[in-house]
């Protein structure tokens, strides 16, 4: 009874040791499905990482031929405008008609602020405006007791707007409100 006894004994030592075994076969083949997981998943970051760098520079490239194309075709529409300056030079050349040499002038600046307002540029306001310094640079003032401070007198060189962008300040004369000689009693 006693051999019975040890031989179930070792049995279920026996028994027990598969199942460790068992357990630690599986934990091995569970390991080595994460490790091929993971190699995967690294190799896919790989790729993807490999994939935004061609994607990044692609896009930049895109962004420079936008922008250099962009300038071309500025540049195209503005060609005509050249040629009429040209047509108008060889009309003053040839001819001694001060009033056609104008009237093709005034024609080529319409064309040409048309062709502005169609790209977005617009000139900023100053007829009858107070100085509004993020619009305006003051390049002179005058003491005047018709006008209030800071009233735009004059224009000295027109400023433009791009897309609702100052991109270039009106140069201005403003007026100091002169205090009059009742005042200073």
Do not use: C, W
């Not at 500025?74 to 050249?82: A, D, R, S």
């Amino acid at each position: 009874m006693n051999q019975e006894k040890n031989n179930e004994e070792k049995s279920q030592e026996q028994l027990a040791l598969e199942q460790k075994l068992n357990e630690l076969a599986l934990l091995q083949e569970s390991l080595a499905e994460q490790k091929k997981k993971a190699t995967e998943y690294y190799d896919q970051l790989l790729r993807l990482k490999a994939e935004f760098e061609n994607y990044r520079r692609r896009v930049e490239k895109e962004k420079l031929d936008l922008v250099k194309f962009g300038q071309e075709d500025v540049l195209l529409k503005m060609l005509p405008f050249i040629d009429n300056v040209d047509r108008a030079l060889k009309a003053a050349r040839e001819h001694d008609n001060h009033k056609t040499i104008l009237e093709g002038l005034v024609m080529i600046e319409k064309e040409f602020k048309q062709f502005l307002k169609q790209e977005g540029v617009e000139p900023i306001k100053t007829q009858k405006e107070k100085l509004d310094p993020s619009l305006h640079h003051v390049v002179s003032q005058e003491e005047s007791v018709d006008h209030e401070d800071d009233e735009i007198l004059e224009e000295i060189q027109k400023g433009y707007n791009f897309k609702g962008k100052v991109i270039r300040p009106s140069l201005v004369k403003v007026a100091k409100k002169k205090k009059s000689t009742n005042d200073s009693n």
